[in-house]
């Protein structure tokens, strides 16, 4: 992994974290099960600095801390000559203009202008929990029923997606959602109605990082109820 690209994966790993200090925030019992299922014990795959991280969002979450005080802290540990460098993929920890999140910047190399934005998963109530969501799925590779489904969605109409997960209870969908990779958690939002997104989000999140076990079960279901019967 080159430099660029780790920082853009840090992008995604403070997300997820924005993502549980929020949920965190809603009421003490969540609060109470976010801290017991996600922050009991180091993640052999994070790095140190994410490690140092995350340890200071299980305080600020312990101590109650605003939301945007908890993004803040995150940011601080990150070196400060990298907030602003655009990663692989054009986004930065900080705005350069604090009046601009999104700014077009001529590139003299390229000779043409190009985006430069803050991460969308770094900026509070943008965009209803999904960016962040899915970002705690950033590392993950989904199997069985739940990546064909994935490998799927692209082939087949949305409507046909849209109607499929309408036949599902939001706990279903949950439990799917715990066993989806970041892509797939895309295309589980995609497909619902608006006032079903939070409450799947919080309740995916409620479950803890690692995948239910009725997850392929599931996935397997609604593979038929799309009609993908014969699409393996």
């Known amino acids: 992994m080159n430099k660029t690209d780790y920082w853009l994966k840090m992008k995604y790993y403070l997300s997820g974290l924005k ?63 990298v907030w602003y460098q655009q990663d692989s993929c054009g986004y930065t920890f900080r705005p350069y203009n604090p009046d601009k999140l999104v700014e077009r910047i001529y590139n003299e190399k390229e000779h043409k202008y190009k985006l430069r934005a803050v991460y969308e998963g770094l900026i509070l109530g943008i965009d209803e ?21 994935e490998e799927r969605f ?19 969908l949950a439990v799917l959602s715990s066993g989806a990779s970041r892509g797939g958690r895309f295309q589980i939002l995609s497909g619902l109605s608006e006032d079903r997104v939070s409450d799947i989000v919080i309740k995916t999140i409620l479950l803890g990082p690692n995948m239910r076990e009725d997850a392929e079960r599931i996935a397997q279901r609604l593979f038929g109820e799309w009609g993908c019967q014969n699409a393996i």
Not at 54 to 71: A, P, R
Not at 129 to 140: T, V
């Open 19 to 81: 993502l549980l200090a929020e949920i965190s925030s809603l009421n003490p019992e969540n609060r109470e099960k976010i801290l017991e299922k996600w922050f009991q014990t180091p993640d052999i795959k994070e790095d140190d600095l994410q490690n140092e991280i995350k340890k200071n969002v299980k305080d600020s979450i312990s101590s109650c801390c605003s939301l945007q005080d908890i993004v803040d802290g995150m940011i601080s540990f990150i070196p400060k000559e």
């Open 129 to 149: 929990y999904g960016q962040s969501f899915a970002d705690l799925r950033y590392g993950f590779e989904s199997m069985g029923y739940i990546k064909w489904l």
């Open 154 to 172: 692209h082939k087949e109409s949305i409507n046909s997606w849209m109607e499929a997960l309408s036949r599902f209870e939001n706990e279903e």
